[in-house]
C-alpha cells in the first residue's frame, strides 16, 4: 500500500473547515477528500493478498473515521449556529418587559435572612437540612420519651414507623451533631416544620422554624444568655429588655423559655401580652446529657435554642393572623419591598 501521511492531510482539511462555510461546501468537501484519499486506497485494498487486506483495511476504516469525525462537527457548528440565528429572528431574550414589577421578600424570608446574617459572624454553618427525616434524630436522640404525646399520629404526620415530617429543626441540628468529631460545633438549621393543628389566627400545621446549637466543653449559661440576648437585642433593637424563664424540654437540662418585652406596649401591659408586659420568643437550654451521648461526639457541653420565624414576624411586623403570612397577598407583600 502506498503510504500517505494522514496528519498533514486531516490537518490541511481542518483548516479548510475553519474557513466560513455554508452546509453545502462542507459536503463537497468531504467528497472532496474521500475521492481523492481514501477511494484509492479501496482499489489498492481489492488486489492486495490476503494477509495484506486487514491492515489496510485497518486503515482505511480508521483514517475514514478521521476524515468524518471532522466534517461531522463542522456540520453540527453551522447547525447550532442557525438554529441560534432562527431563535433571535424570533425572539429577544434581551428586551425589557415593562410588565414586570420588582417584588420583595416575604417578612419570614426577611427575618430568617437576619438571623442566619447574625450567627454566620459568629463562624456557624447553616443547614437548611431535609424536611422528611428519620424518627430516631426527631425524637430518640432527643431524648424524647416513647410515651411521649407528639409521638402519636394524633400529633405528627408520620409517612412510616421510622420516617416522618419533622416537627421541629432540631431534628435537622441532631443529625447535623451525630458523630461529628469536631471540638467546636457551631450550627444553624432553619425552613418548614410539620405539626397536626388546626389551622387559625394563632396556629398552622406548617410553619418556620430556626435551631441553633453550639457545642464545647467550656460553654455554660452565661454564654447560653449571652447568645440569645445579643441575638434578641440584634432583631428588636438594643432597648428590647429580655427574660429568662425555667422550664421543661426533653432535649435540655436546665431548660427556659425566654421573652422579651412586647413590642406593642413596650412593657407595660396590653391584651397582646395578657397585660403582663412579656411576650414568649423562643425556648433555649443546654443540651441533655442523653442527647450528647446518642451524638456520638466527645463533647460535653453544648447550648441550643428554637425559634418560631411565624411568631417573629407576628411581633416584628404587627401581624394579626399567622394565616396573613402565607396567603400571597400582595398588598401585604408590598409593604416591605423597602425592607428588602
Known amino acids: ?29 468531504r467528497n ?61 431574550i434581551n428586551i425589557d418587559n415593562v410588565n414586570l414589577v420588582k417584588g420583595g421578600l416575604t417578612p419570614i424570608s426577611l427575618i430568617t435572612n437576619d438571623i442566619i446574617a447574625f450567627f454566620e459572624k459568629l463562624n456557624f454553618q447553616v443547614i437548611d437540612g431535609n424536611e422528611v427525616v428519620l424518627t430516631k434524630f426527631n425524637f430518640d436522640h432527643l431524648n424524647i420519651d416513647i410515651h411521649h404525646p407528639s409521638r402519636s399520629y394524633q400529633d405528627s404526620f408520620f409517612i412510616n414507623a421510622t420516617t416522618m415530617l419533622r416537627t421541629h429543626c432540631t431534628a435537622t441540628t441532631a443529625e447535623a451533631l451525630f458523630n461529628n468529631t469536631s471540638s467546636d460545633i457551631r450550627v444553624i438549621t432553619f425552613g418548614n416544620v410539620y405539626r397536626n393543628d388546626e389551622d387559625d389566627a394563632t396556629h398552622s400545621h406548617q410553619f418556620n422554624q430556626v435551631d441553633i446549637i453550639w457545642a464545647r466543653d467550656d460553654l455554660n449559661l452565661k454564654n447560653l444568655k449571652w447568645l440569645i440576648s445579643s441575638l434578641l437585642k440584634h432583631l428588636f433593637g438594643e432597648k428590647v429588655q429580655v427574660r429568662f424563664r425555667l422550664s421543661h424540654f426533653p432535649f435540655t437540662e436546665p ?33 441533655h446529657e442523653n442527647v ?21 414576624a407576628i411581633l416584628k411586623y404587627g401581624f394579626n393572623d399567622i394565616r396573613d403570612l402565607y396567603s400571597n397577598d400582595f398588598r401585604i407583600l408590598n409593604q416591605f419591598k423597602k425592607v428588602c
Open 1 to 29: 500500500m502506498k503510504r500517505i501521511n494522514t496528519e498533514e492531510i486531516l490537518e490541511e482539511l481542518q483548516k479548510k473547515l475553519a474557513n466560513d462555510l455554508n452546509e453545502t461546501q462542507v459536503i463537497e468537501l
Open 32 to 92: 472532496i477528500y474521500v475521492n481523492k484519499y481514501i477511494n484509492p486506497i479501496y482499489q489498492e485494498l481489492k488486489l492486495a493478498s490476503n494477509s495484506e487486506k486487514r491492515e489496510i483495511g485497518n486503515f482505511v476504516n480508521i483514517f475514514k473515521g478521521q476524515i468524518n469525525n471532522l466534517i461531522d462537527a463542522t456540520l453540527n457548528k453551522i447547525k447550532h449556529e442557525q438554529e441560534n440565528k432562527q431563535h433571535k429572528l424570533d425572539y429577544d
Open 255 to 287: 431548660s427556659f423559655e425566654v421573652d422579651v418585652t412586647c413590642t406593642n406596649c413596650h412593657g407595660k401591659g396590653c391584651s397582646m401580652c395578657k397585660h403582663t408586659g412579656w411576650i414568649e420568643i423562643l425556648g433555649a437550654g443546654m443540651f
Open 292 to 312: 450528647m451521648k446518642a451524638a456520638n461526639v466527645k463533647i460535653k457541653t453544648a447550648l441550643a435554642a428554637g425559634i418560631g420565624i411565624d411568631r417573629l
